[in-house]
């Protein structure tokens, strides 16, 4: 099947705690598939995980009689914890992020002092996809796109007439994700949102996210026209020094994530918690005055 002209289906399950979309993209029923930044419940007052947003996604796969070839982040999430190890246990599949996670990662092993054996090498994932590398669910064809900004290890999966943008931006009435996490960019961001939005019009866009402003109804799909039409931070006619200006002030009146101290450790070791100490038990760090 060729890119670009084929149309993948496309499974969205919205996780309300987190306002997470994980996505499951397959050919066909009986077919394999990817699934797309899973969520793993977490309960920062107990420190308990559980499954219930990832068992939805086991259900449809079941349901569907897919097969998971692939269980792919978009990047090193600051809201939310990744389900991929349970979700690999459970069905099989290969973890993948994009390769500038390196980066992510030695950015937090400093800050966070982490444990000396810890690699940010990306050797936590069983792929890392550079820039414009191919990918295959079954007869899907795909590739990467690295789209920085948010992160400086975003990546874009594009299949087909359907591309997963991450973080990059959010709905047209929402706009488009803070960059001032360690690494992040506005300058950076707006390019990579041009890159997408270069696409051809009718180019389904799945978020990551969606925060439904007014009252108006969790929708995470929308296309490259409709961005360029309405997006509030990225529609045609916004100049790169604009949006800077607008993003960077707009930055500085956002306090962190409530996940983001937990998320972070979590999801550079692709979803699995820190190595148990010797009560048995694993621990997330809180660094102080350091993000
Ligand atoms: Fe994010």
């Known amino acids: 099947m060729s890119n670009e002209q084929s149309q993948p289906k496309v499974h969205g399950i919205f996780d309300p705690a987190t306002w997470t979309v994980t996505y499951v993209v397959y050919e066909k029923p009986g077919s394999t598939c990817a699934i797309i930044d899973s969520v ?3 309960d920062p007052k107990s420190g308990r995980t559980s499954h219930k947003s990832a068992d939805k996604v086991i259900d449809f796969v ?6 998971v070839e692939w269980i792919l982040e978009t990047h090193a999430h600051a809201d939310h914890l990744s389900a991929a190890p349970y979700l690999k246990q459970q069905l099989g599949g290969k973890t993948a992020i994009g390769d500038h996670i390196t980066n992510v990662q030695g950015v937090f092993k400093k800050i966070f002092n982490l444990e000396s054996g810890f690699k940010q090498d990306g050797s936590q994932f069983d792929h890392l996809f550079k820039d414009g590398e191919a990918i295959q669910i079954g007869g899907l064809s795909g590739h990467i796109m690295y789209v920085p900004g948010h992160t400086p290890a975003c990546v874009a999966y594009q299949f087909g007439d359907a591309v997963f943008v991450g973080d990059t931006m959010f709905m047209p009435d ?11 960019d506005a300058k950076t961001l707006y390019a990579s949102t041009r890159k997408i939005l270069s696409l051809p019009p009718q180019t389904r866009l799945f978020m990551c996210h969606d925060y439904p402003p007014n009252g108006r109804a969790v929708n995470f799909e929308t296309t490259v026209a409709e961005q360029r039409a309405k997006n509030i931070h990225v529609h ?26 937990p998320a972070v450790q979590i999801n550079i070791r692709a979803g699995e918690l820190p190595p148990k100490e010797d009560n048995g038990i694993a621990y997330v760090k809180i660094p102080m005055n350091a993000l």
């Open 40 to 42: 793993l419940d977490y």
């Open 62 to 67: 079941k349901a569907n009689d897919l097969s």
């Open 174 to 184: 929402v706009g488009t994700a803070r960059c001032d996490f360690p690494g992040g």
């Open 236 to 261: 045609d006619g916004i100049t790169e020094a604009q949006f800077v200006e607008m993003r960077t002030k707009r930055d500085a009146t956002l306090e962190m994530p409530v996940l983001i101290l």
